[in-house]
């Protein structure tokens, strides 16, 4: 959209004005001997020349860069390379040998400065190097990742960005060589690494390449150094939108690449990508002198920039910034016409703005759709304006503050909105921002005065301490930061977010620190702490993750409300009255995601084939709080709790360490126990007779009804564990029957004294008399799932194996499950960091359990993963003994029926087929045919679940507090959001 300008126009445009809407202006072409009255101006940053190579390998190698055509080189005995799946499109993966080349000689004699560009996804870490772009051997450029280093990239001189290689996701890279300047500097994703002062001014000379080539042909490589190595090199690495530019990109350049794959990037600080067309001296460019285009050279991760104020010296405000009519603009003489204001309200139908700057401002009439929620009787109404202009214009706010004296900033990264009757000093640097950099990447404000802002490569602040200068210039010096806040009452209290995404702060409450702590386990990003009055404070993470603490109990349900409609949550605002608050949102958290735990999160099915996400879902089925450990490549990939640790506590947020009773679970973990011992040769699996050692504690008139109970002398361990020796609790006589309880362990109090194991089986001494183990069948004949199997398996790890915890504590230990116990009462049942189960209307006390073997286990997801990972492991390795020989865990999965041969009845047989302890199946049409074992837990408002899928290294285990048939129904809907997000990993 051109704008005519007139004579006068010109004497009254400010740049400031222009700036706020040039934003969507395109580039004008002036043309030689136009008429005078008709020039039209328009936003013209400085653009990157062209790609030289530009491959977006979406099904081909087809360069649409200048350079030349590529082709894909396969060298005799190397492997194909594939297309998959790609960060856009397709991608091409290199396996084992090929790569792409380019005939083009790219000389860095005469071309000093380069950047290479190209998404890269790693499937694992290895020593080796693997290359991802070469101009040949000896060559002045060189891009690899290093095994778990990071990315190298070498001209003359190397240099490392020694942040590790993120496995299994698409990363943007950048390498940016000046040979003149003598700077390497390297991008992974946002962080940033600059190395300068090296002698590279002179790069080594290229090689001549391909076998049968004329001599002194030179190559570009992608995905290898040279002829040789695109051999028979293993790499693993699939590539992505590759680019080589004959210069050196800016950091705001490579950022607008990143995200908007342009080919052709504006060097602006407003950041918009140029779009094709006429270039050079056919477009008329504002002149914007005095606007940084790229961070100085010495700023690099581990240095602070070199002109800010050391940590001992006060930040000073900036002197205010004298705006004259003309600053900014080449104004020709004498040109006719009317004032710029009327053509800027004609051309995009808005009002003009306001001096004072109070407004948010877009082409677009606000759309009367604010995603947020404000109680404005405690907030200035121009701040709750301002918010609601930004989300009308779809903005993504940077900065939303406000303090007690109803001071505020409302900013995004290209415009500021603030109060009028802001401090002088404030003001003024505002002004200076606003002129530099269009907008703010971070800041706030306290009541006393203190500020601390930040955008681009500087800092600006007042009344702030050494720490907290020291603190946020390092950030700034490591990339930039992109959060800050104070607390409303105490400038000496903070906490700052830098760009990669790290937590700094002073005088951080003790849960917010464990928050941060959680948040790195469970992989989220943390977008905002935001302090309340007192101790009140709100911490927001990446997909709707919330924690809070001292919050009025309506801002707490009106959090819980954005998280169940799945509504991102960007800024929150506190007043010091309780139930005062402002939230922002700029989006929902729709649509399909790169990262597939949001993906799980988004995708649990509803009635009409919708989808809701995991938080609404437990709210549909009452569940209080739900914690997951995912496995994959028999690796905890990740771990994450969602929702209380009490069901009568709405800021008890859970975390992935927070314990859960995991009830049965007990079962599968203590049969290694007791197969252990059988591998030690104290037991037999088929021997019938193995319970007569139960026998040796106990008087002759107490053997003798042992014996008559369960029949000692028939049973053998495999219909123990079973569930086939035709026992049952004496409450649950009928359990064999159809229709029949199996029934589960028995709760005694936490005060009182625990009966041990015999008289537990017997029903005496204390011990509750109608949970006696009986014989109620002939053993083998009906299989029935009961925990009073387990008694007598804890007898007998008692008995051989020196008392059970002693025999299981190892064990744990072995597996490196640490927070994990069959002591009970659970010790640490009152440490702040156990949950409590649900009954669906209130929380269940506290139970201790005399059956260890069957119910007592106390655990974490990550934890029972653990076990999962042995078990997958061991039966998938024959080489692999770890606490199971491999032979013994094909026992354990019910794979080898030879042990079965010596009983004197055939092995039980039901739908629910069992191994030794686990339920099993060969193929689950759930888990795309896969074979899978598992296991489920339940009592007292505690439900677990443990799936392991051994031929995939797979597996996944889920501790929850709510009732059985809520659990149930739950668990089914978040299987289908597991294979949803994660479905490629059972094909």
């Known amino acids: 959209m051109g704008i005519s300008l007139g004579p006068a126009c010109l004497a009254v445009l400010k740049p400031a004005l222009l700036k706020r809407y040039a934003k969507g202006l395109t580039p004008i072409i002036a043309k030689a001997g136009a008429a005078v009255g008709a020039m039209a101006l328009a936003w013209s940053p400085a653009y990157a ?29 190397a492997e194909q390379p594939e297309f998959v799946a790609g960060r856009s499109g397709q991608a091409l993966a290199f396996g084992k040998g090929g790569a792409v080349v380019i005939p083009y000689e790219f000389n860095q004699s005469d071309h000093p400065r380069a950047t290479v560009t190209m998404w890269v996804k790693l499937d694992d870490h290895k020593p080796y190097e693997r290359e991802l772009f070469s101009l040949g051997p000896g060559s002045g450029l060189l891009l690899t990742v290093t095994g778990k280093a990071g990315i190298k990239i070498r001209s003359s001189r190397t240099a490392v960005h020694e942040r590790a290689f993120p496995v299994g996701e698409w990363v943007f890279v ?12 390297i991008h992974q994703n946002d962080d940033v690494f600059e190395a300068s002062g090296l002698d590279i001014r002179t790069p080594h000379s290229l090689s001549v390449a391909r076998p049968g080539d004329a001599a002194h042909r030179h190559y570009i490589f992608v995905g290898a150094d040279d002829f040789n190595s695109a051999g028979k090199e293993v790499r693993n690495v699939a590539v992505d939108e590759v680019r080589l530019y004959g210069e050196a990109l800016s950091p705001k350049q490579i950022s607008v690449l990143r995200r908007e794959g342009a080919t052709r990037i504006a060097d602006a600080k407003a950041g918009k990508t140029a779009p094709s067309g006429p270039s050079g001296s056919d477009v008329r460019t504002i002149d914007r002198s005095g606007a940084p285009t790229e961070l100085p050279k010495d700023v690099r991760r581990t240095e602070p920039v070199a002109d800010l104020p050391s940590p001992g010296q006060e930040l000073e405000a900036p002197a205010p910034v004298e705006r004259t009519p003309d600053q900014g603009l080449s104004i020709p003489e004498g040109l006719p016409g009317q004032t710029i204001k009327d053509e800027i309200e004609a051309a995009t139908d808005a009002p003009p703005p306001p001096e004072a700057g109070n407004e948010i401002f877009c082409a677009d009439a606000p759309n009367g759709d604010a995603a947020f929620t404000a109680t404005s009787s405690s907030f200035p109404s121009d701040f709750i ?23 505020w900033i409302v900013a995004s990264s290209d415009q500021i ?4 009757d802001l401090a002088a000093p404030l003001l003024s640097t505002l002004a200076s921002i606003e002129k530099n950099y269009g907008g703010l990447d971070a800041g706030d404000i306290s009541e006393s005065g203190a500020f601390l802002l930040a955008a681009g490569d500087r800092l600006y602040g007042s009344g702030l301490s050494a720490d907290t200068r020291a603190k946020a210039q390092s950030a700034i010096g490591a990339g930039g930061i992109r959060y800050f806040d104070f607390h409303p009452t105490d400038p000496g209290q903070w906490v700052m977010i830098d760009k990669s995404g790290a937590v700094t702060g002073r005088k951080l409450p003790k849960r917010v620190i464990k928050a941060i702590g959680d948040l790195s386990a469970s992989k989220r990003t943390i977008q905002t702490v935001r302090f309340g009055a007192g101790d009140a404070w709100v911490l927001m993470g990446s997909g709707s993750w919330v924690i809070t603490n001292g919050l009025d109990s309506q801002l707490v349900r ?11 949550l960007d800024h929150i605002a506190l007043a010091p009255q309780a139930g005062r608050y402002a939230l922002y949102s700029a989006d929902k958290l729709n649509g399909a995601s790169s990262d597939a735990i949001s993906n799980f999160e988004q995708s649990f099915p509803i009635s009409g084939g919708s989808t809701a996400s995991i938080w609404a879902r437990m709210d549909a089925h009452n569940l209080k709080g739900v914690s997951i450990a995912y496995v994959e490549k028999n690796r905890i990939v990740w771990a994450r709790g969602y929702g209380l640790m009490r069901g009568d506590d709405p800021e008890s947020y859970l975390f992935t360490d927070t314990t859960f009773e995991a009830a049965s679970l007990s079962k599968p973990i203590a049969t290694y126990g007791l197969l252990q011992l059988v591998e030690q040769g104290k037991l037999s699996l088929t021997e019938e007779g193995v319970l007569n050692a139960l026998e040796t504690p106990l008087s002759t008139n107490a053997r003798i009804t042992l014996r008559d109970n369960i029949r000692t002398d028939e049973i053998n361990l495999i219909q123990l564990l079973q569930h086939c020796a035709g026992l ?12 029949g309880s199996g029934g589960g362990a028995e709760e005694y109090p936490v005060a009182g004294p625990i009966p041990n194991t015999a008289d537990m089986i017997l029903g005496v001494h204390g011990a509750d008399p109608f949970h006696k183990v009986l014989s109620v069948e002939a053993p083998g004949r009906v299989s029935m799932y009961t925990s009073a199997n387990f008694l007598p398996v804890q007898g007998l790890i008692d008995i051989h194996g020196g008392g059970f915890e002693n025999h299981m504590n190892p064990i744990l230990d072995a597996l490196n499950m640490k927070a994990s116990t069959y002591r009970s009462p659970y010790p640490k049942r009152s440490d702040g960091n156990h949950a409590r189960g649900w009954k669906g209307a209130s929380v269940t006390p506290f139970f201790a359990y005399g059956e260890m073997a069957g119910a007592s286990i106390v655990s974490t997801p990550t934890d029972i993963a653990k076990f999962v990972i042995e078990v997958n492991t061991s039966a998938e390795y024959p080489g692999k003994n770890g606490i199971l020989s491999y032979d013994m865990v094909q026992k354990f999965l019910g794979r080898d029926n030879s042990i079965y041969a010596s009983s004197d009845y055939p092995v039980c047989t039901n739908p629910r087929a069992f191994g030794l302890s686990v339920n099993k199946r060969s193929s689950s049409s759930a888990w795309n045919n896969s074979e899978i074992y598992w296991h489920t837990g339940s009592h007292n408002g505690y439900r677990a679940l443990m799936v392991g899928i051994p031929k995939k290294s797979a597996g996944i285990v889920i501790l929850a507090s709510g009732r059985k048939e809520d659990a149930d129904a739950f668990y089914t809907e978040l299987q289908a959001a597991i294979m949803a997000a994660y479905g490629a990993t059972y094909n």
């Open 558 to 568: 009106t959090l819980k409300s954005f998280q169940n409609r799945s509504q991102r």
């Open 49 to 77: 020349q062209a790609p030289l190579v530009h491959l977006p390998l979406d099904g081909s190698v087809s360069n649409q860069g200048s350079a030349g055509a590529a082709e894909l080189v396969i060298p005799e005995g």
């Open 174 to 185: 950048a390498g940016i060589v000046d040979n003149d300047a003598g700077t390497i500097r």
């Open 728 to 739: 049952c609790y004496k409450m649950n006589g009928n359990c064999l029957q159809p229709g």
């Open 385 to 407: 304006a301002a918010l609601s202009k930004a989300k009308a214009c779809d903005l993504d706010l940077t900065v939303a503050t406000v303090n007690d004296k109803g001071e």
């Open 417 to 420: 909105a603030h109060s009028r």
